[in-house]
């Protein structure tokens, strides 16, 4: 059985850039959720998707975006980077229907923006 | 909304001794409350979870916790420290109809030889 799998593990962008992170999650699992972890402080909720569509949202900007392919892989879109944007982004794969809050998280991607 | 919330951002424990990390909830329903434990450079990992039940709840590692209705805690222990217990330590709640947990700001627990 694979792990929740992020990539890229770290990567520096500039203000007003664009960045995709990618998330391969737990074999079995249908639904994937996003969490931003500032430094020092604990993971916020951005999104979480299901069959494709977004399933709940945290209280984030529309610049966060995300999708979620047939294979139940999912990717995070951030556009115009701005400088608090700087934190560990989480993924987090799960069971629809099995609404224990048993996530399993992958080892995130550390995003600075500069 | 739910929300939790963790006092004492840094904890220092003697090897061997008492853990104990509070936290405190906030929940319009009943809850289903968690601990993660975090690594350095690693994931989160679930510890250990309540969602109905006996409200006595282990967890890995030789870690329980315990919910108070009375008292909206769910407060974490483990007899005697370890020095592979020091690690980052998130409670989190949700209300138990999706899997979109509200984190607290975390402990960093650091044991002392």
């Known amino acids: 059985e694979t792990g929740v799998t992020q990539s890229p593990t770290h990567l520096i962008k500039t203000r007003g850039q664009q960045v995709t992170l990618r998330c391969s999650s737990q074999?079995?699992?249908?639904?994937v959720s996003w969490y931003q972890q500032a430094l020092g402080q604990g993971p916020q909720f951005i999104f979480q998707y299901y069959r494709e569509e977004e399933n709940g949202r945290g209280n984030f900007p529309p610049r966060f975006s995300g999708l979620q392919f047939p294979n139940y892989s999912s990717e995070l879109n951030v556009n115009a980077l701005e400088l608090d944007d700087s934190a560990l982004y989480l993924c987090a794969s799960s069971r629809a229907g099995f609404h224990t809050g048993e996530l399993f998280f992958g080892e995130g991607s550390r995003l600075t923006v500069l | 909304a739910q929300s939790v919330t963790q006092l004492g951002s840094h904890v220092s424990v003697s090897e061997g001794a008492l853990v104990l990390l509070r936290c405190n909830y906030s929940?319009?329903?009943?809850?289903?409350l968690f601990w993660y434990v975090q690594y350095p450079n690693q994931g989160l990992q679930l510890l250990l979870k309540?969602?109905?039940?006996?409200?006595l709840v282990k967890g890995i590692n030789g870690f329980e916790a315990e919910f108070k209705k009375s008292e909206t805690s769910f407060h974490l222990t483990k007899p005697s420290a370890h020095m592979s217990d020091a690690a980052e330590y998130f409670c989190a709640v949700t209300d138990g109809g999706n899997n979109r947990l509200a984190f607290g700001k975390g402990n960093q627990v650091v044991v002392i030889p």
């Open positions: 309540y969602t109905t039940g006996a409200t």
């Open positions: 929940s319009s329903v009943p809850p289903y």
């Open positions: 074999s079995g699992h249908n639904t």
